[in-house]
């Protein structure tokens, strides 16, 4: 297995295997020409991942699998990205939303639950997927989400 490196803006020089590297056809939305990336985790114990472009160094997305936030993110994916990612029910996947934090103030982080990233995990092909469903918010208030509550012992 082969080793590369690739110069990063946000995590300096990161070395990686192309099994490492995450095709995301058509890009992410706003950036369409960037399809390599590689995930990243934030830090130790965190749920939150980067997706790093290998494309554009200056390029990094801060996403997080939404069921750490909410147990029940199921949306319903269309047909045609099923067959484009090759996924059967079987088939190991990763979801991934984008996170965004405003400068400053991490009480008002959102997720982009209209858009996930749908990841084929046996073959690392990737699509950012968009939801037709009002139920999914493009900026979902962590904050002011309903908080799970524990059952009784």
């Given amino acids: 297995m082969s080793t590369q490196t690739v110069s990063t803006i946000r995590f300096g020089v990161i070395e990686y295997t192309p099994e490492d590297v995450i ?10 020409s960037y399809e390599q990336y590689l ?6 114990g965190s749920p939150f991942r980067w997706l790093q472009s290998l494309d554009e160094p200056s390029l990094a997305f801060l996403v997080v699998d939404p069921s750490h936030f909410l147990s029940d993110y199921a949306p319903e994916m269309e047909l045609r990205h099923a067959l484009d ?6 088939t190991a996947r990763l979801v991934y939303t984008i996170v965004t934090i405003p400068r400053g103030k991490p009480e008002e982080m959102t997720l982009n ?12 092909v990737a699509k950012q997927v968009v939801l037709d469903d ?14 799970p509550t524990e059952a009784a012992a």
């Fill in 85 to 90: 990612l090759q996924l059967t029910e079987e």
């Fill in 39 to 44: 995930i990243l985790q934030h830090k130790e």
């Fill in 23 to 32: 095709r995301v056809m058509g890009g992410i939305l706003g950036f369409p």
């Fill in 113 to 124: 639950l209209a858009g996930p990233i749908v990841i084929n995990a046996e073959s690392g």
């Fill in 134 to 147: 009002p139920a999914y918010s493009i900026k979902f208030e962590v904050n002011r989400a309903p908080q």
